[in-house]
């Protein structure tokens, strides 16, 4: 038996390894089906503690495969051993696997019957992926709804957002799974049914307009400076990399937008005056506005901000409202300060931006702006999206190296962009740079790890979704409400 117990959990540590298979880079949408599907089988007929047990052993799998570019960014970039990197890896992957499983201890609260565990595990998934959106900050990564980013599903994702799309992905997981249990013809057909007439619907919401696109587009240049991490705030290196800048830039004065990615300039606000005050001259002589990075305070002594400042043909300034533990603030400053390089990593003490802040103005269209991981968070997306045209978002994804963390990221914000039907600017350090339309295509990008410029076209739009009018809130109402009247049944028949 005990054999068996081991085997079986050897099995969901697989089944959840093979999970990120279906996101990007690899894009197997099925795989994703069939790896919920393993876990989904395991569930019934156990206790709480076991269903979180085998739900933890997935949720390894699942992590240690789709987030192994922590380790990258630990090892490579965080001046960290190579033991001490596993360790911390390890250790982030079991504290997400354990947020991840504590939803489905909810299993043992269902009533044992196979047509109920059709409304109840895809609810339960979506319970787990949205509290890992929220939990001590969040890390809203790896959610089975991006896996459907390019097929007929996303036509959902306007409407409900991804959170929609990963019940959608957890049903037809069911289905597959309790397939093996309903001895019935006609079950079967009823479960698969439903599922096909879920994608067809979602290919007649594709052609849905649901915002406007203005008469004119915008001309936009998105510079990819290609700085190395080693270099990016080094003081000896801060005048070669706004050279360098300044050179790429040069030939695209005129360019109604130009966009300088996260952090572009290594140097803090009031220490660099000058410098801005020269560029807002030469933008505003081109008529252009010049989006750039930088760190931003108001006092020499902070507090500080990670910003996106607009000079030139446009006003206003954003600072990030979601910060990276360690990387720009870190938990327990007082206690951990000094015990490794890693925690004294360079703007590793930025402050919180409030919430509500004014979208940037640029030729003469609202921008909402996401910096880095915040364009993972789709209900934050979504508010700041209802009164602006087009998305930006930027980051410096020179942190990953070359894992598969960037074309998660780059995912990511081609769902924001098919949640808000709003066009996206991607602008990065080193890739992946992009533009995007209004339903998450890529129209043009830039090759990673190389210096350059990408020049195109974007279309502002004007309206709203349904999703970028009620975020994620009806998805995960309509899931707790199916819970909780489960659980009851479940009791009722208990008494």
Known sequence: MRTQTLLLYLGLLIAGGI????????????????????????????????????????????????????????????????????????????????????????????PQRNNLWLLALPAIWVLSEWTRSWLLTGFPWLYAGYSHTDTWLSGWAPIGGVFLLSYFTALAA????????????????????????????????????????AEQSISVALIQPNVSQSDKWSPGMRSEILRDLTAQTNPYWGTEIIIWPEGAIPIIYTQVSHFLENLHLQALSEKTALITGLPTNTKPEGPYYNSMLVLGEGHGIYNKTRLVPFGEYVPFETLIRGLNNFFDLPMSSFSLGNEEQKPLMAAGVNISTAICYEIAYPDLVARNTRNTNILLTVSNDAWFGDSVAPAQHMQMARMRAIENAKPVMRGTNNGITALVDHRGRITDKLDQFTAGVLTGKISPHTGHTPFS?????????????????????RLRTKF
């Open 19 to 110: 999970f990120p298979l279906s996101l990007a880079p690899f894009s197997c949408w099925p795989v994703a089906i069939i790896s919920m599907a393993a876990l989904f089988l395991s569930l019934p007929q156990q206790s709480a503690t076991e269903a979180f047990k085998r739900s933890v052993f997935f949720g390894l799998g699942m992590f240690g495969t789709g987030v192994s570019w922590v380790f990258v960014s630990m090892y490579f970039f965080g001046d960290i051993s190579f033991l001490l990197a596993l360790m911390g890896t390890f250790l982030f992957c079991f504290f997400n696997a354990v947020v991840f499983a504590v939803p489905f201890s909810l299993c043992a609260l269902i």
């Open 469 to 489: 009018r009620l975020t994620s809130w009806p998805v995960v109402i309509i899931s707790l409400l199916i819970i909780s009247m489960l659980g009851l049944m």
């Open 174 to 213: 069911t289905v597959l799974a309790h397939s093996r249990l309903q001895q019935k013809l006609r079950d079967h057909l009823l479960g698969y049914t439903l599922i096909a007439t879920i994608f067809l619907s979602g290919l007649a919401l594709q052609t849905v307009n649901w915002t406007e696109p």
